[in-house]
């Protein structure tokens, strides 16, 4: 099914499975909406791509080709909402491949202040720019200009880059690339623990990782939280239909032992329906200290999606387990890798790989 042949009401109604099939035309996004909308093909085709650009940038001339590459692209960066790191690793991620950018970060300071739909702001965007990269708190407005612009006259991608409290699929797209590097000596993700922990009910990168993993053969996962930050029935679902073993629980320290990854959360509080409503709980007990580092199988690895309180002790940073910055890294060449097949250049960084013999 394709957005221009289905009206907005119509598709708005689909699961989120059928939504994401209408994301990829030919094995190819033509948005980047839902972490639904990648099967493991192409998740390890992503990782691949991404490493070699990781290769090519460490050179000069590898430097130039990357600049080249998508040279004649513009990207659009509206992040209304808070945002350091996503925002920087996708602008880092344009300036690598070449791409020019614009940004909107405060949407007091767009047209939009004037009373403006974002329908029609997003349709200026897409006069201007190739692709739209968009953060919001919304839930499903990413989806909503997905179908606006597919359904207008310069259709641009949009790149969903965290909304809501339901969807970070670009973040989810990182966290597997570092988990393919990180298990690589390990014979990859299949059957690997994977422990999540902290705030599972609102965290939306946990959502799309979650899914990320039904990809992958004989995953285990743990959600580990208080019972009020206990990750929600959609999640378990996708997982019970992907045949996914699981536990919950909210014993952290019984956890570590058995983990190959831990993904640590922060409290997701400003989604707090009353003020202070996050504080009451007590979540001391779920962070991450220097003496849980023996508790850690050896070659278990340790994530955060940052920003990060005190979930992670600094004392840690130094285990060569702590992978949170290598992580991030991370996402600035998954980006760019999604970039390059977004615009369909992604032959070129092969052909490059492969004449430069890291292919
Ligand atoms: C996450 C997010 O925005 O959901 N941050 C990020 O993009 N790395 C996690 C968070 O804010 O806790």
């Keep these: 099914m394709k957005l221009t042949s289905i009206g907005w009401d119509a598709f708005k109604a689909l699961s989120l499975k059928d939504k994401a099939a209408c994301m990829v035309e030919d094995g190819r996004d033509r948005h980047v909406l839902f972490a639904q909308q990648y099967t493991r093909a ?77 329908e029609d702001s997003v349709r200026t965007f897409s006069s201007y720019f190739d ?22 006259e310069r259709p641009v991608p949009i790149v969903n880059a965290g909304s809501g409290k339901d969807q970070h699929p670009t973040q989810a797209l990182l966290d ?36 990320l993993l039904t990809r992958y053969d004989g995953v285990r996962m743990v959600f580990v939280a208080p019972p009020s930050l206990q990750v929600e029935k959609d999640v378990l679902d996708e997982l019970d239909a992907a045949g996914v073993t699981y536990d919950l629980t909210d014993d952290f320290e019984a956890a570590i032992p058995e983990a190959d990854a831990i993904y640590m959360t922060r409290v997701q509080d400003e989604w707090d329906r009353e003020k202070g409503e996050s504080a009451r709980i007590d979540v001391s007990a779920f962070w991450f200290q220097k ?69």
């Design 42 to 118: 192409r998740l390890e085709a992503l990782g691949a791509l991404a490493t070699q650009i990781r290769f090519a940038a460490k050179t000069k001339s590898g430097s130039d080709f990357l600049k080249d590459l998508l040279a004649d692209k513009r990207a659009m960066l509206y992040f209304t909402q808070p945002s350091t790191r996503t925002f920087l690793s996708f602008s880092g991620a344009c300036q690598i491949t070449g791409m020019g950018t614009g940004d909107v970060r405060d949407s007091t300071t767009s047209s939009e202040f004037k009373g403006e739909s974002l």
């Design 176 to 211: 597997i690339y570092t988990l393919q590097r990180s298990f690589k000596g390990q014979g990859g993700i299949d059957g690997k623990r994977m422990v999540f922990v902290g705030d599972l009910k609102r965290g939306r990168t946990v959502r799309s990782l979650a899914s």
């Design 131 to 152: 692709c739209i990269v968009m953060r919001t708190r919304e839930q499903g407005l990413a989806e909503r200009m997905a179908w606006v612009l597919s359904n207008s």
């Design 291 to 359: 003496q849980h580092l023996r508790l850690l199988k050896p070659d278990a690895i340790l994530m955060h999606p940052l920003p990060r309180r005190n979930e992670i002790s600094p004392e840690v940073d130094h285990d060569p387990r702590a992978m949170y910055w290598r992580q991030m890294r991370n996402g600035m060449w998954i980006r760019a890798a999604l970039m390059a097949c977004l615009f369909q250049r992604d032959q070129d960084v092969r052909a490059y790989g492969e004449k430069m013999g890291t292919g």
